[in-house]
């Protein structure tokens, strides 16, 4: 379907791949986008493989499966690589965002002959820098917005500032956080 962008977030329980699929659905929904943010749950875990799934069009949307050939794949967590196919079905127009230390050179064997785009985040450095704690999903929503350009990255921060006042109503102090997350992790995806 044109004008259609598809993203799968391979993460582990708690480290927010579903909060990030979800808010980013909630994110372009307020810019008139149609959506669908959702997660494929089992019987995870604390720590356990999870998967979640965006849709985001500029027309209606008729599909309600799970995502087999997405145009974009966001892994929070790069020891998954080791065990799951993240680049499985995924467009080689498209493009991978991992969340890494290591090089692309350490990480290309892992993706099993991926000709796309590959971009890494060290979202371990961006939450240091601005969060204090370690929220992967944070640095990574921004991220996948930077690749897959589904909005313009303003428009984004704008809609994300209004979704988080709203979530952290009762905690304002982590809003300022949170956003220079956001801000910094746009800025630094290779």
Same mark, same amino acid.
């Given at each position: ?87 499985? @079905?995924?467009? $080689?127009?498209? &493009?991978?965002?991992?969340?890494? =230390?290591?090089? +692309?050179?350490?990480?290309?064997? !892992?993706? #099993? ?29 921004? @991220?996948?917005? $930077?690749?897959? &350009?589904?909005?313009?990255?303003? =428009?984004?921060? +704008?809609?994300?500032?209004?979704? !988080?006042? #709203? ?24």
């Amino acid at each position: 379907m044109e004008g259609l962008t598809e993203i799968r977030w391979h993460g582990r329980g708690g480290q927010g791949a579903k909060t990030a699929a979800l808010l980013l659905a909630d994110v372009a929904f307020n810019t008139g986008k149609y959506v669908q943010g959702f997660p494929e749950y089992g019987p995870e875990r604390m720590g356990a493989p999870i998967t979640a799934y965006d849709r985001i069009s500029d027309k209606e949307i008729r599909v309600h499966s799970n995502i087999y050939e997405p145009d974009y794949v966001a892994v929070v967590d790069d020891t998954l690589l080791h065990s799951i196919n993240v680049t499985e @079905g995924l467009s $080689k127009d498209g &493009g991978i965002l991992i969340n890494t =230390t290591k090089s +692309k050179k350490e990480i290309l064997p !892992l993706l #099993h002959g991926y000709e796309g785009e590959v971009h890494l985040i060290d979202c371990r450095d961006i939450c240091h820098k601005t969060l204090k704690k370690y929220f992967p999903n944070t640095p990574m929503l921004a @991220g996948i917005v $930077k690749i897959s &350009g589904v909005m313009d990255e303003e =428009t984004f921060l +704008k809609e994300m500032e209004g979704s !988080l006042k #709203h979530k952290f109503a009762k905690k304002p102090e982590v809003l300022e956080g949170n956003m220079q997350a956001l801000r910094l992790a746009l800025k630094e995806v290779h």
